[in-house]
């Protein structure tokens, strides 16, 4: 059972109807300086900002999002996955592709609830999707449709999934502050060390 608000829990009740928009939040590597830079997009006409989790973020609309499948919710570790699909010729795409990392980007999709009338905010923005870029394609559409690009994403329990090697890996582990103690682990085991005795000459 979802746990809404007050103020959503009481707005959804009266069945006066309601606007729901999803917002995506990306925070990507950039190619160029190395710095991990955020980008907000949402399902509205125009740029707007939203507080989530008391710190404000821009998001960009006009467009860039044409779609998005729904978001199912479930009990347990699960990988779940979930299809973006943004405007390819929207400027802040083709940067977002072009100029950063986005393979295993982390990715949070909040859901906002506006009034139909008065277009205000029901309540603040409620997370739900957690996870992290998967993969980018950009399918072939039909004669006259708008170019796409497609954004599949998984949830954060893909990070259970990792095997053992790769999370004691030497790059994993230098993540850590730098943490050097794995850099021989490759070679461990295959080059002789002699401890407490005289080395055999060949």
């Given amino acids: 059972m979802k746990d809404f608000d007050a103020a959503t829990a009481a707005y959804v009740g009266s069945r006066a109807g309601v606007v729901a928009r999803s917002l995506i939040w990306i925070t990507a590597e950039n190619r160029a300086t190395g ?3 955020a980008l907000g997009l949402w399902s509205g006409l125009r740029d707007q900002a939203f507080s989530i989790g008391g ?15 729904p978001i199912i919710s479930g009990a347990g570790l699960a990988v779940r996955s979930y299809m973006l699909n943004l405007s390819s010729v929207a400027p802040e795409i083709e940067d977002l592709v072009k100029g950063y990392k986005t393979r ?3 990715v949070e999709v909040h859901r906002a609830l506006f009034h139909p009338a008065s277009r205000a905010l029901v309540a603040p923005p409620r997370r739900v999707f957690l996870g992290q870029v998967d993969q980018i394609s950009f399918p072939e559409g039909m004669p006259g449709e708008q170019p796409s690009c497609a954004i599949a994403l998984v ?3 893909r990070a259970l999934t990792r095997p053992l090697s790769s999370m ?4 994993s582990q230098s993540l850590r502050g730098g ?15 002699y401890w407490g005795e005289k080395q055999e000459k060949n």
Avoid: C, F, Q, W
């Fill in 104 to 106: 295993g980007a982390p």
């Fill in 179 to 193: 943490d050097p103690i794995r850099r021989y682990a490759d070679v461990s085991g295959v080059v002789p060390v």
């Fill in 155 to 157: 949830s954060e329990t």
């Fill in 35 to 37: 710095a991990m830079d």
């Fill in 168 to 171: 004691k890996s030497n790059a």
């Fill in 55 to 69: 710190a404000a973020r821009n998001y960009t609309g006009a467009g860039a999002v044409l779609g998005a499948d």
